[in-house]
T-cell receptor
């Protein structure tokens, strides 16, 4: 079956541009996570959705970062006025469980963002 | 200091060797411990998952958790070139929305 897909796979932006990164989770998965992975580092949590509700956005590094999941399926991570320090791989993961139940998170291949 | 510390390597071993990968952590509230494998330009995939202290074995892989020492390990027996990847430890709290806290990852190369 289809896994988590992300688009675009690669994005180059000039400093100051806005970007939008898309995540298509596994069908029926309730939970959706965004992580940021800098070069040579492990993924770091950004935000978490349960269906369409954003339950945790404590990892978003600044108010330039915004995420939504309006119909409880596809999610978009938007970064406004990109900066060089935003260059990283942005990973999306989905999980069938809710916050009260630990279940496996399935990761997409990531979007590699490079800000020039 | 990071909540989860992991030696980044790189670690290079001959085919057939036993590999030991480790992480230490500082937050005693972590209850669930995972090991993910990440190939280049791919997302992480779950290898092993352990709740609280103890050992868990799955084929050539063994995961150990020692909560008293805040130390977790992954052992790979009879390592193969296809095991060459970055290995990430991850952990989560109960009732924490399941967000994962990762180590930096250890890059492993198994040579023929």
């Amino acid at each position: 079956g289809a896994g988590v897909s992300q688009s675009p796979r690669y994005k180059v932006a000039k400093r100051g541009q806005d970007v939008a990164l898309r995540c298509d989770p596994i069908s029926g998965h309730v939970s959706l996570f965004w992580y940021q992975q800098a070069l040579g580092q492990g993924p770091e949590f950004l935000t978490y959705f349960q269906n369409e509700a954003q339950l945790d956005k404590s990892g978003l590094p600044s108010d330039r970062f915004f995420a939504e999941r309006p119909e409880g399926s596809v999610s978009t991570l938007k970064i406004q006025r990109t900066q060089q320090e935003d260059s990283a791989v942005y990973l999306c993961a989905s999980s069938p469980g809710t916050s009260g139940r630990i279940t496996e998170q399935f990761f997409g291949p990531g979007t590699r963002l490079t800000v020039l | 200091q990071k909540e989860v510390e992991q030696d980044p390597g790189p670690l290079s071993v001959p085919e057939g060797a036993i590999v030991s990968l480790n992480c230490t952590y500082s937050n005693s509230a972590f209850q669930y411990f995972m090991w993910y494998r990440q190939y280049s330009r791919k997302g992480p995939e779950l290898l092993m998952y352990t709740y609280s202290s103890g050992n868990k074995e799955d084929g050539r892989f063994t995961a150990q958790v020692d909560k008293s020492s805040k130390y977790i390990s992954l052992f790979i027996r009879d390592s193969q070139p296809s095991d060459s990847a970055t290995y990430l430890c991850a952990m989560t709290l109960t009732g924490g929305g399941n967000k994962l806290t990762f180590g930096t990852g250890t890059q492993l190369k198994v040579e023929l």
